[in-house]
């Protein structure tokens, strides 16, 4: 079975094709293509703006993916979409090209939970068995584990998340937006020496990231507007932006590795698989690791082609869906920019 997956829940917009085998094993991947869009330095992303860059771009994206997988129409069994989380106007946007192409091509459609799609595609590509999901992404922070054929959430962030405090704090010190601005804060970390004091906001099971990154926020601009230059109160050495964003990472991701360490603890498992575009950063992985190891487990991870939103995930989730009897009816595909991951029924797993 063959199914074209089309994401575009926020700035990425991901067209992928994947192949499962008949007879079962692991899945191929036939092409996954994917293009940004980026806003000017100290800028976000609006609705509209992304929704029209998908616009843009959808066509001929899909007509590459084919051409790079040597398929045709007719070999497509499925039209997977993203149904939701996401921005409104983006999803409508890949939500309007699917059903459109379900009518031209004659294929049924199946609406896909981003976030199923996430550790889906995770689990196909490190082949961890019965993992702690941490989902850390611009829109998302969730511990998850798998029991009675639900995702379910052991702990989540209270207000914004994770990816979110490190895209907003690089528009404070108006870091590029390219190819995105967690990865340019990961390398300006690399470069800090001073650790910055900043709250550390772990609440039972839960995450929040509003106050710090108000604090670094105040931060910043003393560092930048301030009279007199902020030194590290054990060296003398002035403080650089450098270390704030060294700060800012260490404070967030020991919070992300306390909460999975006790999800960890309270299922019984030793496999922790991170997923989401904050799952590629270097340092989240290598802290994690350290917990993992002295755990006696193991950590699971993907590179940027299957850790940041892309097509293919959305295309392997919905076959696994599709493959179980799954289909979104033309006059239900619709999408939502509220969707749990604990509200989809998995019924391919056991």
């Keep these: 079975m063959i199914a074209l997956g089309l ?9 992928g094709l994947i192949l ?31 929704a029209k860059h998908h616009r843009s771009w959808i066509t001929r994206l899909i007509l590459q993916a084919l051409k790079e ?9 499925c039209i997977c979409y993203t149904k ?10 890949v939500a309007i090209a699917a059903r459109t192409l379900s009518l031209l091509w004659g294929k049924e459609l199946v609406g896909v939970n981003h976030c199923v799609g996430h550790i889906e595609m995770g689990r196909e590509i490190t082949s961890a068995q019965n993992p702690v999901v941490l989902y850390v992404s611009g829109g998302n922070t969730q511990v998850i584990a798998y029991a009675s054929q639900r995702y379910r959430i052991f702990g989540e962030a209270l207000d ?32 800090g020496r001073h650790f910055v004091e900043l709250p550390y906001a772990v609440k039972g099971m839960d995450c929040s990231f509003s106050g ?22 054990e060296t003398g050495e002035p403080i650089t932006r450098e270390d704030l964003c060294f700060s800012l990472q260490e404070t967030v991701y020991a919070m992300l590795v306390e909460i999975t360490e006790r999800a960890m603890a309270h299922v019984g498992s030793s ?16 802290m994690m690791g350290m917990m993992a190891k002295e755990r006696g487990g193991s950590v699971f ?42 509200e989809v029924f998995v019924k391919w797993r056991d």
């Excluded at 994401?7 to 067209?15: F, I, P, R």
């Excluded at 939701?84 to 946007?93: D, E, K, R, W, Y």
């Excluded at 895209?167 to 300006?188: K, V």
Aim: charged share 20%; net charge negative; glycine share 12%.
């Design 84 to 93: 939701g989380p996401g921005m409104g106007a983006p999803l409508q946007s």
């Design 7 to 15: 994401e575009g829940s926020a700035n990425k917009l991901g067209v």
């Design 301 to 342: 991870a993907t590179d940027e082609r299957f850790c940041i939103d892309n097509g293919i995930m959305i295309a392997h989730a919905g076959l696994l869906a599709y493959r179980t009897g799954f289909r979104t009816p033309l006059e239900e595909s619709t999408c939502t920019q509220r969707f749990r991951t604990d």
């Design 212 to 233: 710090i990154l108000a604090s670094i926020d105040i931060l910043a601009d003393k560092l930048q507007n301030g009279p007199t230059e902020m030194k590290d109160e």
């Design 160 to 191: 914004i998340a994770v990816g979110n405090c490190l895209d907003r704090f690089a528009r404070t010190l108006r870091i590029s937006n390219d190819p995105a601005p967690g990865y340019n804060i990961e390398q300006m970390a690399k470069k």
């Design 20 to 50: 499962h085998p008949a007879k079962g094993g692991p899945a191929t991947i036939l092409s996954n293509i994917r293009h940004t869009f980026v806003s000017p330095p100290g800028e976000g992303f609006l609705p509209k703006d992304t």
């Design 69 to 77: 997988a040597g398929v045709t129409v007719a070999d497509i069994d």
């Design 271 to 286: 496999q922790v698989l991170i997923v989401g575009g904050v799952g590629s950063n270097e340092r989240l992985q290598e």
